[in-house]
Structures are given as structure tokens and as C-alpha cells.
């Protein structure tokens, strides 16, 4: 078992809705970003990168790839979870914490617990969405940006995972 | 097993203790909130509902409810446990980093750990806690807020860990 | 299985070059502290401690030390691996997210999870670095300092581990 973590924020501008966890959310302002620039699917891809020590989404999804303009982050994430398996591993668990002061998360839950679910092939049970204001503080607060973290629990096959 | 990641924040006021980590603190501000505002509880709290993919602490205790104002967090906590059980799990280990300029966490270390440990139910050696300060900057660092990231590791019954 | 997790923030000065991950990266600036301010190690080395519950790096390595001085970090590091052996355990995974702006982290990243694997005794496989900016963002954003987030998974014997 190894567990990485991951860590984003995109900055919000005047638009009509934002992705996060996979769902699009209609809202007064959108999150910036050359992909769907969705916070938590970013951080949670990072956290598996992290936990099978592959790099990082902005090595393997540069911003200054025309492939990825506008992409769906749930690509990144899907790749994420096939670098586990090429490895024979399995993602155990995924969990992400949204921090925005708006727009309200919780209706979106169970959305966007199945899209990451989808996107990981996991069973929804196996996902974790939880939000929470930056109570007015800091640059959340002030409603510039989102930030999420993330972790991930990944089982690599046994001999490797024996061999410290 | 499971890992789920928590966050928190909670905004400074004038007062004469912070609660964190299940103790109270005499300091010269206070955290402001609807129940006890205890930053580091909360992050707990909401990692361990993430590790069971079991909504969020504004879910199940919303800030609207009554029953909750000036709650002891510490019911929050042991309510998730409560919930990790209920699915025939057990709490393996919960971590909280506490970010705040003042006051002290030292001091109050072993307090903490025995605390959370009591309202979770588990040996103190499977409870770490630590703080730093943010050096100054940012909204923890002009002492405007403190901030908690916690992770929380769960073990549930193998058929079920075992479906992936 | 126990996975802790950690928070570092370094404030940035002008400089020539700053440490991060045990690697000396030329830069405009440097990260101020008493050691070399590597928060990223910082980070881990607080995950690693909050694993097995035992206190901080605030209170093993004080700043108010004279001993700690400049001191390199991955001596922190390797020191709260050699706690995770004491008490009979392995480090399983190391993973860190570094919020930055500047300098560019993917460059060196190989060779700050060769600098993580060295301290901790284990092989590069069970090392995770990532990085992000902060988007402009907050403190970070502003290029006022460096902050990193850290998991590390860690395994001890069993006759403890199935004591909860
Ligand atoms: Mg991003
Ligand atoms: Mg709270
Ligand atoms: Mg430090």
C-alpha cells in the first residue's frame, strides 16, 4: 500500500460555470486554465502520480500542448489510474477536500463521486468528496481561486511492495 | 486500506482560548464558529468520512442545525468513527498538522493525542500531531485564521477491500 | 499500514539558490531559516513523524538550536526514519507536493527523489515529487515563499498494527 498526495488551485474569472471532481457546476464565474482547469481532478491525478512516484500531471499534460486546450481532466486522471495498472497495480481509494467559498458543493457530490469513480474505474464506494469554505480567509476566501487536495491509495503487486 | 485527506480553517476573533485538537488553549484571540471552531477536529473529522466516502462534516453537522452550536468537535470526531465501525472498519492511524502563528502547539502535543485518541476510540501511539507556523505569510501567518490538514488511515473488512 | 501527513512553508529572500527536495537549485532568491529551509524535506520528514505519533520537527531539530544551523535537511529526514526503524517499521512511500511559482521543479526532480530515497534508505520507486504553482496565487502566488505537502505510508509490525 502507498498513498501519495496532490495539491491545485486554478484562479476564477467571470464565466457561466466550473468543473470540479468531473461535474460541471453553472456558477457566475469559471475556474482558468488551458484544460476544463478542474482543481480537484488535477490534485487527485497528482496524487496517484505521486503514490507510483511517475511524475506529475504538468509533465505528462504540459499547459503548452494544443492537445490538452479545454481537454476533460478526467483524461489525466484516466491515465493516472492506467499507469497504476501497467504497473499491476490497483487504486485502493480516492479521496479529494475542495476548498471554495462557492459555489456550494455538496449538491454535486454523489456527481462527483461517480465521475471520479468513472473516470478511475472504481466503485463509488471507493471515493471521497468532502468541501469546505475557507471561512472569507486568504485568497480562496477572497474568491479568486479554488484549491483542492487530494490523496490516493494504491496496492502495487506484493514482491515490490515487499522489497524495503 | 484507506486513506482520506481533511482541511479546515477557522477564522481568529477576540477571546481568551482557541479549541484545537479537543483542548482548550488560553490565548488572547478565539476561533470563530458555529460549534467550538476546533480547526484541527474538523480536518480529522472530514478525513475520516473521506476515507469511508461518507459525505462531509458540513453534511452531517450543518452550521444551520441548533443542536451543534458550541458542540465540543470532539462529538463530531467520535460520530465518524461511529461510522467507520458501523461498515465493520477500524481506525488504523489519524495525523493533524496544525498551521497557526500562536499560540504554542507543543505544550499541548500530548494533550491533543490523548484527546482525539479518547474520542476516536484507539491507542494514543496511533494518534500524531504536529503544527508549524506559515512563517508569517498568508492568512495564517497574519494570524487572521488557523488551518488544519489532516489524513486519516481506515481498515475495512477484506471483501469488501478486495473488490477492486 | 499508517500514513502521516506534513506542511512546510519557507519564506523567500533574495538569494542565489534555494534547497527543496535535498537538491540545490540556482535561483534569485533563497528560502530563510535557521537549517537550510528545505520545506519540502520539512514537509516529509513531519509526515514521517506524524506516522508513528512521535512529535515534530519543531521539537527534534528547534530552531532556537545553534547545532541546526545551516544544517542540511536530509538529516532530519534520515532521522525520523531511523524513529519508524526503532520502533521495528519500514518507510514504505514518500510522496510531496512543492507549491511554487519559481523556481521550475521538474527538472530536478529526478534528482530530489534520489536526494528523498538516500535519506530514507529506500529505493527510488518509493519516492513521489510534485509540483505546481499556486497560479498566482495567495503567498505563494506572490512569490513571498515556498510550501510543500507531504504523505508518507508507513508499515509497522504487525502484533502492534492489528492492536486497534
Ligand atoms: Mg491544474
Ligand atoms: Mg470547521
Ligand atoms: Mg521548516
Request: aromatic letters at 4%.
Amino acid at each position: 500500500v502507498r498513498v501519495g498526495v496532490g495539491y491545485d488551485v486554478h484562479a476564477l474569472e467571470p464565466g457561466d460555470a466550473v468543473w470540479l471532481g468531473g461535474v460541471r457546476i453553472p456558477h457566475d464565474h469559471r475556474l482558468k486554465g488551458h484544460s476544463d482547469a478542474d482543481a480537484a481532478l488535477h490534485a487527485l491525478t497528482d496524487a496517484i502520480l505521486g503514490a507510483i512516484g511517475d511524475g506529475d500531471i504538468g509533465r505528462h499534460f504540459p499547459p503548452s500542448d494544443e492537445r490538452w486546450r479545454g481537454a476533460a481532466s478526467s483524461l489525466f486522471l484516466a491515465d493516472a489510474v492506467r499507469r497504476v495498472r501497467e504497473r499491476g497495480g490497483v487504486v485502493a481509494h480516492c479521496d479529494v477536500a475542495i476548498v471554495a467559498e462557492a459555489p456550494k458543493i455538496g449538491p454535486h457530490r454523489e456527481a462527483m463521486r461517480a465521475a471520479i469513480a468513472a473516470a478511475c474505474g472504481i466503485p463509488v464506494d471507493r471515493v471521497g468528496v468532502k468541501a469546505t469554505t475557507n471561512e472569507g480567509l486568504g485568497f480562496t476566501g477572497r474568491r479568486e481561486g479554488i484549491a483542492a487536495i487530494a490523496t490516493a491509495t494504491i496496492r502495487l503487486p506484493l514482491p515490490e511492495d515487499d522489497a524495503s
